[in-house]
């Protein structure tokens, strides 16, 4: 992870360059004896996070997923092949592959530690990477802020391809730093081989390349006034020809169709819950001091790794399709390494002597405990109360298929709006399509409010229409339950609200689930400003 040490140019004094080092330490420093002791219990609290509770949490969709993609037929009609997840098949395939070498299977914890293991050897990463961009206090406060961010912990903990991106993004972007200080074919090389592993665990390090491309066509430019205005005009083109370019690109359409209301706000929002309004604010002021306190090219390669790819989001969210912060998590370690730079250099030049006052040193001081607190309070609710971040879909499935055994009843109904995680904690192997079926009493159904609006099933396939009830919620509800009763069936409807409210935007679902149903079980779990708690309906008593 070494990149190439700093020299002055021939022509050039090496005072000249002595004040935009950072931390008062010659450029491209290495760790002391103490700082390798210390990156060591910062690794280790990093595993310990990483591994705690990993086989608790309940999947949340998106792993469901995973399930779904790694058991699926993999070729063939309807395989998984013929997806889009083939586009980024790194997470789906080590999972198919730890299953066929018999060290996987329907569980969470076997299904998810490949990924904890990649998150726990990201935190010596970052700080291996990040000591020749902010200097080898910075990279261990990174490393440590990494170690205990709840969001990187989340996906650290979950059977999706992020992950992998944030490791990606860290190894490429210390070799395009290395590759821009001595211009080595083998630093670019790496650099693409990085990037490419982030783009096979999912699409979004794809905006890698944005900040790279955008670092190497303007790190020759002059610093000048007239520099600067033609680089706005060229912002300017990006953001109008940015929708006309994904309109180009293969993963999109698909991305379209499941997303709709553009909304910036949303993007802002969700900004600050994932990567945390304190981490934030200290990465935008060390990125706009960094002309003073970084050379040139590492102020402006950490700008167009954080800058470009929000800016990106950004003209998506207001424009095109309402997207979250997450797809910018190929940001994490530049906004990171800023972060615990910028935290890092106003402590020492407080401490330094620049500045007077025992309050103002007191407050620099403050600084990196202050990020390091932000994380620890979020890391223990993920651990707690949030469960990880998950709602307790397990729970759930368990205490239906207990209620369903202890009325007598020969199997279960469960209509959810959660009918992957379902799948998996009641029917694991669904989606081998097995002849006959393993689960013949176990029936999962997708609650949708289109069917329930309508009645009419497969109603965009015309040669597949089949009308199963009246329109109407009401009905939809009636159906269900002379279904369940006929083959002796458990009906329950498992709901979580903000999704419900996704597929009911009349809410006549909600109003039929609380006239003609009864609340029998509430598993509460609160994730920041959404609720994730499961509601369990069932039919009232005649």
Sequence with gaps: MDAIRYSPHPAMPASALSTRRPLNQPAGAGFTAGQWWLLAGITLLGIGLRAAHLGTWSLWVDEAFTWRDATMAFDGEGGFLKSDRALYPLAFLTVRALLQAGVGGPDEWLLRWPFAVVGALTVPVMALCGRRLVGPAAALLAAALLALDPWHVFWSQNARGYVWVVLAAALATNRVHAYAQQERVRDLVAAVLATALGVLAHGTAWLLLVGFVGFLLTRFLPDRKVTRQR????????????????????????????KSDPSLLHFVQTSGFYFRPAILLTAVAALAASRRLLDRARALLLGCCTVLPFLSLAIVSAELVKVTARYAICTLPAVTWLAAFGAVELTRRSWSGRCSGWAVRLAAAVVPLLLLAGHVFGTVQYHGDQFGQRARWREACEFVVARGRAQGNQGVRVVTINQSSALFYLRPWHWRNDDPDPYPTTDVIALSGSLAATGILNADKPELRQ????????????????????????????????????????????????????????????????????????????
């Design 231 to 258: 680089l706005l005009l060229a912002g300017l083109v990006f953001v109008v020809a940015l929708p006309w370019l994904l309109a180009e690109f293969p993963l999109f359409p698909g991305f379209q169709k499941s």
């Design 467 to 542: 009308q199963l009830h009246e329109p109407g919620a009401v009905n939809h509800l009636a159906w269900h339950l002379r279904v369940a009763a006929a083959n002796r069936r458990h009906l329950s409807f498992l709901v979580t609200m903000p999704e419900l409210a996704e597929q009911d935007p009349d809410g006549s679902l909600r109003r039929a689930l609380t006239t003609r149903c009864e609340l029998v079980a509430h598993f509460p779990c609160w994730v920041g400003p959404k609720d994730e708690s499961i509601y369990v309906y069932e039919p009232k008593p005649d």
